[in-house]
């Protein structure tokens, strides 16, 4: 790897709250524990000689439980927080070392952030709160809200331009902040746990809305989080914190395979215990329904109105009998015919508890979304092709 | 030598008072030319604000605030309820009275709020200028308004001019709290996002933390309209006409009826200021929830 391809360079970065930091650093140097460092000096040592290297375009992914430290290394990266020790590098200038104009320049064009309770101000709309980075930069006013309201249309939030913050669900709030952090067009975007707040589902429609963003923008980002299956899912590069040092630096694969102490392979193998999702979290409600005795015309109708080419065939106690397609219904309106005439009764079903490893071989053959069908052999939710394969990113 | 342990030594005595009052007097005549120039500007503000209410006829004024009570409300019996107040004060004969009191809470008002909002902001960006203030605010509410009105009686005369003064030092306080608490009190995470996108600090001050406090703010300028109706009374010690004086010369005279009149007319006319006020507060408020 060239040294072109690093963006950012963190050398022995450290960073001390409280007063007596002197006498910390000496008992840092001897190599003293973050608890007793704290009952001798009352310093609180948040990060601890900390390096790491960040390669453009790529997603770091910085992890740790709460008080690791992580938080503060990212606030270091654009000098919201200024470091005890240590260089940070960005483009081989050390950033620490920039007088008040520069940095305010730097924050201006090169480095953006994501705030995990999102940041957002709640007397503006939501095209002023994504403005307000160009308009801190002086942008003309008819400019900026052209560019904010491109980046509002990436984020999916179009149409919402004029409602108030207070108006919006936590996903949508977390795209404001983003939006807001895109509009600058900066090199890096730092998000500190910038899905903590949001619930599983939500944040699952994040990471991937996130990983869309990447692809289409290459932007360098730096992630913070506390959740493995997150880290891994999104990261290139992860690194693992605890009481502010870095223990693992590597690509998911290699830290699976080679955890560097216990505390990294137990934090691992937490992520396997969470990630069971089964059938019940990705299905959906069917919506293209017919009865047995319905005819050829009314099945493509349904068909019709929801904009799809088969529609599911149910008996009086909603139990799923078959699917009809929109050959069958044609077939069975020429004939006069029920719909049941002309069902294809083999279908994948599945029950709602069936997990999605299993759920993939069947996925992988079938012709229509997998059924599920729940104890009373009642039809409650179908699963897509698509939905099985998104639960896996 | 027991007396010495059993009460305070009538020899022990540290005359202060004079020297305060000759640091006063001092000040009075040396810088006379400094306090009525003061004193000619804060009348002729005076001035100005009552003939401006003057000008209003008292139907209008009455058809305004009823207006304004359905406005905030949204309902139509707090509008007539609000009307009616005002028209109550009408016919217990102190339609002049009363403006020539709301003249000097609203010229009070204006000054507390001119200095008061700065300083506010000041002492909300540094703990220095706080350290320094925060015990000069509690002596201003603690300390009995008597005390500080003979000092402006000497330095301004009497009449409306040292009761605009004695009702600043008092009013001034809550605008200054309120403001300094409501851009503190401006979500962390919301500061630091105006300051990761290299907001200058005065940036971040206009853009994010006053808007932000603002609901804070308007609380405290509903606290020093409040604060300045309250004085009212007190002011009238020092000549200053209107309701207050009304019912100063009423109970010197033992009558009360007439002194309860001016009491109520006072109570509807601070129900008002504080209703119409919080209305619109609320109203801003509910914008940014």
């Known amino acids: 790897m060239s040294d072109n391809d690093i963006i950012l360079r963190v050398e022995h970065l450290s960073r001390l709250f409280g007063m007596n930091k002197s006498a910390a650093q000496k008992m840092i140097a001897e190599g003293a524990q973050k608890d007793e460092i704290y009952k001798k000096t009352g310093v609180t040592v948040a990060v601890n000689d900390v390096s790491f290297k960040v390669r453009r375009g790529e997603i770091f992914v910085l992890i740790g439980l709460s008080g690791s430290g992580k938080s503060t290394i990212v606030r270091c990266l654009n000098m919201l927080q200024r470091p005890s020790s240590g260089?940070?590098?960005?483009?081989?200038?050390?950033?620490?070392?920039?007088?008040?104009?520069?940095?305010?320049?730097?924050?201006?064009?090169?480095?953006?952030?994501?705030?995990?309770?999102?940041?957002?101000?709640?007397?503006?709309?939501?095209?002023?709160?994504?403005?307000?980075?160009?308009?801190?930069?002086?942008?003309?006013?008819a400019q900026r809200e052209e560019k904010a309201r491109e980046m509002i249309k990436m984020v999916g939030l179009e149409g919402l331009e004029s409602k108030n913050i207070g108006e919006l669900s936590g996903g949508m709030r977390q795209r404001v902040g983003l939006a807001r952090a895109l509009a600058n067009d900066p090199d890096i975007l730092l998000m500190d746990e910038p899905f903590s707040a949001l619930d599983p589902l939500v944040r699952r429609d994040m990471q991937?809305?996130?990983?869309?963003?990447?692809?289409?923008?290459?932007?360098?980002?730096?992630?913070?989080?506390?959740?493995?299956?997150?880290?891994?899912?999104?990261?290139?590069?992860?690194?693992?914190?605890?009481?502010?040092?870095?223990?693992?630096?590597?690509?998911?694969?290699?830290?699976?395979?080679?955890?560097?102490?216990?505390?990294?392979?137990?934090?691992?193998?937490?992520?396997?215990?969470?990630?069971?999702?089964?059938?019940?979290?990705?299905?959906?409600?069917?919506?293209?329904?017919?009865?047995?005795?319905?005819?050829?015309?009314i099945a493509l109708k349904e068909m019709q109105k929801n904009g799809v080419s088969s529609a599911y065939v149910i008996n009086n106690h909603l139990e799923l009998m078959g699917v009809i397609t929109q050959d069958g219904a044609?077939?069975?309106r020429r004939e006069g015919k029920?719909?049941?005439?002309?069902?294809?009764?083999?279908?994948?079903?599945?029950?709602?508890?069936?997990?999605?490893?299993?759920?993939?071989?069947i996925a992988a053959d079938a012709r229509f979304p997998i059924a599920v069908i729940d104890e009373q052999n009642r039809f409650t939710g179908i699963i897509s092709k698509a939905a099985v394969i998104s639960s896996l990113l | 030598m027991t007396q010495l342990l059993l009460s305070f030594p009538s020899g022990w005595r540290l005359d202060i008072g004079t020297v305060i009052d000759d640091a006063i007097n001092a000040l009075s005549v040396n810088g006379q030319s400094f306090f009525s120039a003061i004193r000619d500007g804060v009348l002729w503000l005076l001035n100005v604000v009552e003939m401006g209410l003057t000008l209003i006829p008292w139907w209008l004024a009455i058809a305004l605030v009823g207006l304004a009570g359905y406005f905030i409300s949204k309902r139509i019996r707090t509008g007539i309820l609000y009307a009616a107040m005002l028209f109550a004060i009408g016919l217990f004969g102190l339609w002049d009275l009363m403006l020539q009191t709301l003249t000097i809470v609203i010229v009070s008002v204006f000054f507390s709020l001119l200095f008061g909002f700065p300083i506010g902001i000041l002492i909300s960006m540094s703990r220095r200028a706080e350290r320094i203030v925060r015990p000069i605010l509690d002596l201003?509410?603690?300390?009995?308004?008597?005390?500080?009105?003979?000092?402006?009686?000497?330095?301004?005369?009497?009449?409306?001019?040292?009761?605009?003064?004695?009702?600043?030092?008092?009013?001034?306080?809550p605008i200054i709290r309120m403001t300094s608490h409501g851009i503190r009190n401006v979500d962390k995470e919301v500061v630091e996002a105006s300051v990761s996108f290299g907001a200058s600090r005065m940036q971040t001050l206009f853009k994010v933390q006053i808007p932000q406090a603002l609901p804070t703010i308007m609380t405290g300028v509903n606290q020093t309209i409040m604060m300045a109706?309250?004085?009212?009374?007190?002011?009238?010690?020092?000549?200053?006409?209107?309701?207050?004086?009304?019912?100063?010369?009423?109970?010197n005279r033992m009558e009360v009826g007439q002194a309860l009149l001016p009491g109520i007319a006072i109570v509807f006319l601070a129900i008002l200021l504080d209703r119409l006020t919080q209305g619109l507060i609320k109203k801003e408020g509910g914008k940014q929830k």
Request: proline share 4%.
């Open chain 2, 140 to 173: 201003m509410q603690t300390l009995p308004a008597f005390v500080y009105l003979v000092p402006t009686i000497i330095l301004f005369s009497v009449g409306k001019m040292p009761a605009v003064i004695a009702t600043i030092i008092y009013s001034i306080v």
């Open chain 2, 229 to 251: 109706m309250s004085m009212v009374v007190t002011c009238a010690l020092i000549g200053a006409n209107g309701l207050g004086m009304e019912i100063l010369v009423a109970t």
């Open chain 1, 87 to 141: 260089k940070i590098l960005f483009e081989d200038t050390d950033i620490s070392q920039f007088d008040k104009k520069e940095l305010r320049d730097y924050r201006r064009q090169k480095i953006a952030m994501v705030f995990q309770s999102f940041g957002l101000m709640s007397h503006r709309d939501v095209l002023g709160n994504v403005a307000y980075g160009l308009e801190i930069k002086g942008v003309a006013k």
């Open chain 1, 330 to 332: 044609i077939s069975a």
């Open chain 1, 208 to 297: 991937f809305e996130l990983l869309r963003i990447q692809q289409k923008m290459n932007k360098t980002i730096i992630f913070i989080t506390h959740d493995i299956d997150e880290a891994f899912k999104l990261g290139q590069t992860v690194g693992i914190m605890r009481d502010g040092r870095l223990i693992q630096l590597d690509t998911p694969e290699n830290m699976t395979a080679n955890p560097a102490d216990d505390y990294v392979k137990e934090f691992i193998e937490s992520a396997d215990k969470s990630r069971i999702f089964s059938a019940s979290h990705i299905m959906m409600t069917p919506t293209c329904l017919v009865h047995l005795r319905d005819t050829g015309p």
């Open chain 1, 338 to 361: 029920t719909v049941d005439q002309y069902m294809i009764t083999d279908l994948p079903r599945v029950s709602p508890d069936t997990s999605i490893n299993d759920l993939m071989p």
